[in-house]
């Protein structure tokens, strides 16, 4: 048992071994940022680089962050006692009056993948519901999702909220009738037209340490 | 005989319909409308009220699809326009709600505006392949108001004389779109018995019935307004990964509307419509120039016909987001096989880019793809005026068929198509002619139709009571 056989189950996406393996290596006294660094993280950067390379497809990479997040729960409870953090926390949902929520599933779980801490607002979400919810995480990423051109006015108000309120948050917007012409007029931090690029974008806005 | 297309076998349509049963029966739709629940729930479906899943047995399948009327037209204001369903034909309608235009006259990449929607819908009246409007694009300089829905359907009507589907969005419209077809169509009896209008319902996909659409529709019940049933499903992410089981999601879908439509108002008319496309495993978006989709548009209009229900079907895609030889090639596959399975109505030239984007242009290059597909799939003529060989013998070895009597109505009996769209001459004459690009003739047709086409004007008695509906609705918005 090492860390490379965790590395290689998130890149096989051997989602039923990877609790065993990781906690093999807990068990082992191996360093927790080593098993997150080099076995989780390392593994998902990996695979972001064969996805971003053509050699993966989103499904893959879906069931790879499966596999990780599912490895990532049984060295959670040890995290607090580490020197080790999350990349970013980043709070996610369709905006007010939006039930298509599937765009959003995706990026979520790509973001996880790649090392964020998920706070998951659902579907039809209040600009307030955003800005409390950043709040109250100190969230350093807020990325809303409209597939109506109905609901997008919605972007602009949670936007504006946050902004006003002088909170550090960054936001960024995403869904098949939104533009970056629409997030720069909305004034919000950043737009991407798919999942994968949201990631690049998370990870350009919320540089890791 | 006619070129045949089939990609389903009986079989396959029995397997199908048995595993839709087995959905519905066991895992059972989201339905959020509590309207639509109790309909359900009075007409014996298992109703869970907290999760608000909806199981449905196969004896309420069978008996609701009994329900649906498989004799049905589609009315229209311009006579001769009505659209009988199940009668071997096979008309355009437009592609829907695009928020992004190519502009015609500067190719700016632009937000569509009301000028813009009115100009689609305007070259939809003038053209005879369209029998059928969908709104081409949002109008994303009016704001949702009663008041300009009203001004909308003023100019819908006022500028497009065939059937109109239009769905919205909230249930205080139904009153005046009400309103409205009575000033136009006349009383309630009336656009009962002539369907002038239809809806549009979307089951949002995987299995869920939504409360906002629905619940605008259901304050239409009374009026027999036809509904078509369009789940839109993305093979991979919203369905599953294989073509057969998203049409049997797809088909689930569809069912479970019907069931709910039936148990609120037995014998609505509805058409099965269903657009069943695939995911690019790439980036999880619509892939919307693949070949898969043509394949399962053919599929659900082979499983219309397998109910003896009304189809709408779905061609016309691209991943392009301008006119283009990738779009070209894409749209010309995906117009062919579907127009080859021959649903009652074809959705939908006129949008790019995963039907995102709307481009004038593009949609006069849609038309000739259908036309030709149309064409095609008139296969082999073998009426006994084709067979020629008494001429085969006449003109013998080494002669010619020019002046022959038999070519010459040939040529006009429909058998040949002679496209007056595109590039068909001599080289020489081509470049005399300054060498033309497609776009610049698709843009030259676009300009004489909005320039030439008169729309069917109201009465004046229409105009004074339309003006009087759109007052009271401004001061309610």
């Given at each position: 048992m ?17 609790v ?10 191996t ?22 390379e ?28 580490s ?24 990026v ?17 979400v ?11 995480n ?12 109905t ?35 909305i ?23 | ?26 895992v ?100 005879d ?24 359907l ?26 409205v ?60 990964g294989s073509m ?59 499983m219309?016909?397998?109910?003896g ?33 021959w ?23 849609d ?19 084709n ?34 769209f ?32 008169e ?23």
């Amino acid at each position: 048992m090492s860390v490379q056989d965790i590395f290689n189950a998130i890149n096989e996406f051997r989602d039923t071994e990877i609790v065993n393996l990781v906690q093999a290596e807990v068990d082992a006294g191996t360093d927790i940022s080593e098993i997150l660094d080099n076995g989780l993280i390392g593994a998902m950067d990996e695979v972001g680089k064969k996805f971003g390379e053509g050699l993966l497809f989103v499904p893959e990479m879906l069931m790879a962050a499966q596999t990780m997040k599912a490895g990532l729960e049984v060295i959670r409870p040890l995290l607090a006692d580490s020197d080790t953090k999350p990349r970013g926390t980043v709070i996610i949902g369709t905006v007010k009056g939006d039930l298509h929520d599937i765009g959003k599933n995706l990026v979520a779980m790509m973001l996880e993948g790649a090392g964020f801490t998920i706070i998951d607002l659902g579907v039809d979400v209040e600009p307030q519901a955003f800005f409390d919810a950043a709040k109250e995480n100190s969230a350093e990423l807020v990325a809303m999702s409209a597939l109506l051109t109905t609901t997008m006015p919605a972007m602009e108000e949670a936007v504006k909220l946050i902004k006003d309120a002088g909170l550090p948050t960054k936001m960024v917007i995403g869904g098949a009738p939104v533009t970056q012409a629409y997030a720069d007029k909305i004034s919000a931090d950043g737009y991407s037209a798919d999942a994968p690029g949201a990631v690049e974008l998370a990870r350009s806005l919320i540089p890791g340490d | 005989m006619k070129t045949h297309l089939q990609v389903l076998s009986k079989e396959e349509c029995d397997k199908i319909h048995e595993r839709t049963l087995y959905v519905l029966s066991h895992v059972g739709v989201k339905v959020d409308t509590a309207k639509g629940r109790a309909f359900l729930k009075k007409a014996g479906a298992d109703v869970d009220e907290n999760t608000h899943i909806v199981k449905i047995s196969p004896d309420l399948v069978e008996s609701s699809l009994k329900q649906v009327p498989r004799d049905l037209t589609l009315g229209a204001r311009r006579s001769g326009a009505d659209l009988k369903m199940n009668n071997g034909n096979c008309v355009l309608c437009m592609d829907g709600e695009a928020s992004v235009i190519i502009d015609r006259k500067t190719g700016e990449r632009r937000p569509s505006t009301f000028n813009d929607w009115l100009e689609g819908t305007r070259i939809g009246d003038a053209i005879d392949d369209f029998g059928m409007y969908w709104g081409l694009c949002e109008a994303t300089d009016k704001e949702d108001t009663v008041g300009n829905y009203v001004n909308h359907l003023r100019y819908l009507f006022g500028n497009f004389s065939k059937h109109v589907q239009d769905p919205f969005d909230t249930a205080d419209k139904a009153l005046w779109l009400l309103e409205v077809l009575q000033v136009i169509f006349g009383d309630k009896e009336a656009i009962k018995k002539h369907h002038p209008f239809s809806f549009l319902l979307c089951p949002q996909s995987p299995l869920m019935i939504d409360e906002q659409y629905t619940d605008a529709y259901l304050e239409l019940l009374g009026w027999d307004i036809p509904v078509a049933i369009m789940p839109m499903m993305l093979m991979g992410a919203t369905s599953p990964g294989s073509m057969v089981s998203t049409i049997v999601q797809g088909n689930s879908e569809v069912m479970a509307m019907i069931c709910l439509l039936q148990a609120a108002s037995p014998g609505l008319p509805v058409l099965y419509a269903p657009i069943l496309s695939i995911m690019d495993p790439r980036t999880g978006r619509l892939y919307a120039g693949a070949i898969e989709n043509s394949i399962m548009s053919s599929a659900q209009v082979e499983m219309g016909r397998y109910y003896g229900l009304p189809v709408e079907g779905t061609a016309y895609n691209t991943d392009q987001y301008e006119p283009s030889i990738q779009a070209g090639y894409e749209r010309a596959l995906n117009g062919i096989l579907p127009t080859l399975s021959w649903p009652d109505i074809m959705i939908a030239p006129g949008l790019l880019g995963g039907s995102m984007v709307m481009s004038l242009e593009q949609m006069i290059i849609d038309i000739e793809i259908f036309r030709l597909s149309k064409h095609a799939r008139r296969g082999v003529v073998t009426d006994d005026d084709n067979w020629l060989e008494d001429v085969i013998a006449k003109t013998g070895p080494g002669g010619n068929y020019l002046m022959e009597m038999s070519t010459a109505k040939a040529i006009r009996s429909g058998e040949w198509y002679v496209s007056d769209f595109g590039m068909h001459d001599s080289y020489e004459n081509w470049i005399a002619a300054g060498k033309k690009p497609l776009m610049e003739e698709a843009a030259e047709k676009v300009a004489d139709l909005l320039n030439n086409y008169e729309p069917m004007p109201f009465t004046d008695d229409q105009n004074g009571e339309l003006d009087k509906i759109q007052k009271r609705a401004e001061q309610n918005s």
